[in-house]
């Protein structure tokens, strides 16, 4: 907020590119997330039949949500656990507020978890007076730091070792150096009296399992274990298209989710909490409370042009790629969920104008497709996105007049030739050596950091005509000299034979 006005994404993105270590940081740690992806990818082999198989799974469940979700949830009960619809943040916060309450919790642990953060529960935990405390290194980073995530699977993905010494020795370390045995070794000290006193753990959940009841966690800390085992109480806050069917599911997202996301084979902790402890088992919660998040998610089902971002399994694969994110880092999409998932997915849950400019910020590359390991149309999802706030009225005047001209423009070729004309005349006080370099008017998105390359004097229509006679004299030449001349390539492949185009489109 600057003046108590919300700033825009293109401010946040002109603030994040001033500071020259989080791009380095951010540049650094995707292309490295980026290229174990791909070499593990590889190990895997057949890697576009496993993505295939991921979309396949994901489009079913999303498809039979309603089904899949009434068995999760009867599975959920019929083995102890307590299950809660909540239709908006709002009332997921009720919801766990409500259990703390009730236990009169005060030291709550938490592992990762993207829905809490969504329906920012730390908050809403904290005003009752209770004690909330992130367990894994990232999410307690930037608790302490008091910041939101940067990165779906990396949330302290901007910090350098040494600000998170410095974070750690104001919350209680002393003589602390940079490296990662001593930074990470406070950390442990301080999670562990955390562990064993909580009253409450708190996780999210990767995948939900429908014939079972079963929810899956994968991390790399062990942290999860901790939390899902030590307190008495166990709540899970899940978004409601976590589902899964089968376990025989699992084993294809369990291959997907940890490549795409970091490069690992395997996730080093892979958990599964089935209802709450049983007689005679050692550890496990007294009590389980499955809180399943709606928050707009349900008004993408059905709809053709967005249902398919509920496929997301959040390995954060289309962060690392994209050419945005890398450089401006995920707090600049002001939102939780950043990068071109964050882009799409944010307005939606969001309806209104709040995050509308989110999709601009985007250069439709496509690198998250071919990134995502469930296919996922993100770039096609960020067009339709533009084209709803065209549609209802969330553009400024101005571009929409610019593009009416250039339709107007583009329609027709006598008026394409005069713009074009009448654009090389109007650029010439703004040329300097072939460039653009004007720090005002409509081109300034682009010059005030980089040159526009001018329009060429001679444009190719006019030179090809120019051509064309001293083409035709050396074709004259070469006949003359006994040489074939150039010879129509239609007549060369005989699949390109003049049948209306069918043969070259057929190949």
Excluded at 70 to 78: I, L, N, T, W, Y
Excluded at 277 to 296: A, Q, S, W
Excluded at 478 to 499: I, K, L, N, Y
């Amino acid at each position: 907020m600057e003046d108590g006005r919300r700033t825009t994404v293109m401010e946040r993105a002109h603030h994040a590119l001033q500071d020259e270590f989080l791009r380095k940081a951010v540049r650094f740690t995707t292309a490295r997330l980026k290229n174990n992806k791909l070499k593990a990818s590889e190990e895997l082999g057949r890697w576009e039949d496993w993505r295939e198989r991921g979309r396949r799974i994901r489009a079913h469940t999303v498809a039979h949500l309603d089904y899949y979700l009434k068995q999760f949830a009867d599975q959920v009960r019929a083995r102890g656990g307590k299950v809660y619809f909540a239709a908006d943040a709002a009332e997921a916060a009720r919801v766990v507020s409500g259990i703390v309450e009730e236990k009169k919790a005060k030291l709550i642990v938490k592992s990762k978890s993207m829905v809490s953060e969504e329906v920012h529960i730390n908050r809403h935990l904290e005003a009752l007076g209770a004690e909330v405390v992130e367990t894994d290194l990232g999410e307690y980073i930037i608790q302490l730091a008091g910041e939101g995530p940067s990165h779906i699977i990396a949330p302290a993905i901007h910090k350098n070792r040494e600000q998170i010494r410095d974070l750690f020795m104001r919350a209680g370390g002393e003589g602390l150096g940079t490296d990662t045995p001593s930074l990470a070794g406070f950390a442990r000290r301080q999670l562990r009296e955390k562990f064993l006193s909580a009253d409450i753990g708190i996780t999210g959940c990767n995948f939900a399992i429908a014939e079972s009841g079963t929810v899956v966690l994968f991390t790399n800390e062990g942290n999860g274990r901790m939390v899902t085992t030590l307190p008495p109480v166990h709540i899970v806050m899940m978004g409601m298209e976590r589902l899964l069917p089968t376990f025989a599911d699992l084993e294809v997202m369990a291959n997907l989710l940890p490549r795409a996301g970091t490069g690992q084979k395997l996730t080093a902790y892979m958990s599964m909490i089935t209802g709450p402890r049983r007689p005679g088992e050692l550890d496990g919660p007294d009590e389980l409370h499955v809180v399943i998040l709606d928050n707009n998610r349900s008004s993408q089902l059905g709809d053709p042009d967005f249902q398919e971002v509920l496929h997301c399994i959040r390995c954060g694969a289309c962060l690392n790629v994209c050419p945005v994110y890398r450089q401006i880092g995920g707090h600049a999409y002001g939102a939780v969920y950043s990068g071109p998932i964050g882009a799409v997915l944010t307005p939606l849950l969001n309806q209104g104008s709040e995050y509308a400019d989110l999709p601009y910020a985007s250069s439709l590359c496509g690198a998250c497709f071919e990134a995502c390991p469930v296919k996922i149309p993100l770039h096609d999802m960020l067009v339709r996105l533009r084209r709803r706030n065209v549609r209802e009225g969330r553009v400024k005047a101005a571009e929409r007049f610019a593009f009416r001209g250039f339709r107007q423009a583009f329609s027709s070729p006598g008026r394409y030739r005069f713009v074009m004309r009448l654009a090389r005349t109007a650029q010439r006080p703004l040329v300097r050596q072939g460039y653009i370099e004007s720090t005002f008017g409509p081109l300034f998105g682009w010059t005030h950091s980089r040159h526009a390359p001018a329009l060429d004097p001679v444009p190719f229509r006019e030179r090809w005509k120019r051509l064309a006679p001293e083409l035709e004299e050396r074709a004259l030449d070469r006949e003359a000299v006994g040489q074939p001349a150039a010879v129509d390539r239609r007549q060369a492949d005989p699949s390109r034979a003049d049948d209306g185009g069918k043969g070259g489109a057929e190949r």
